[in-house]
């Protein structure tokens, strides 16, 4: 995932909490706001300390980053999306990331055509 597509600053964190929709599944947490000035979509991705130390912390930010890779031509443009991975991310492997991932973004609509 290039660098621009990212979300790095806490102000663009805090716009998309307090003014986005949120949707959840076990695993993952979805934030998500409409922009219309941008034409991709960017992705923040926070996982907290209690998941694990920054080796595991890392290898989870890693799996979504390539889900979000292998799912870009899918997920529709000018959102702001944030993920938040929940305690059970620690043990999952590529595929069940990148399913939980598709599921939310699925039931949330961002999906270009339902797949």
């Known amino acids: 995932?290039?660098?621009?597509?990212r979300i790095k600053k806490n102000e663009e964190f805090q716009a998309a909490f307090k003014h986005g929709n949120s949707f959840a599944n076990r695993?993952?947490?979805?934030?998500?706001r409409k922009k219309d000035?941008?034409?991709?979509?960017?992705?923040g991705l926070s996982?907290?300390?209690?998941?694990?130390?920054?080796?595991?912390?890392n290898?989870?930010?890693?799996l979504l980053r390539a889900s979000f890779q292998e799912l870009e031509q899918d997920i529709k443009p000018?959102?702001?999306?944030?993920?938040?991975?929940?305690?059970?991310t620690k043990t999952m492997d590529y595929e069940s990331?990148?399913?939980?991932?598709?599921?939310?973004?699925?039931?949330e609509k961002l999906f270009k055509h339902s797949k």
Do not use: T, W
């Not at 695993?27 to 998500?32: A, F, G, M």
């Not at 290898?59 to 890693?62: G, H, L, V």
């Open 1 to 5: 995932m290039k660098k621009q597509f």
């Open 27 to 32: 695993q993952l947490v979805i934030y998500y």
């Open 37 to 43: 000035d941008q034409d991709h979509f960017r992705i």
């Open 47 to 57: 996982v907290g300390k209690k998941i694990g130390n920054a080796v595991v912390r």
């Open 59 to 62: 290898r989870i930010k890693r």
């Open 78 to 88: 000018c959102y702001d999306i944030v993920i938040i991975a929940r305690n059970p």
């Open 97 to 107: 990331m990148k399913k939980s991932l598709s599921h939310l973004l699925y039931k």
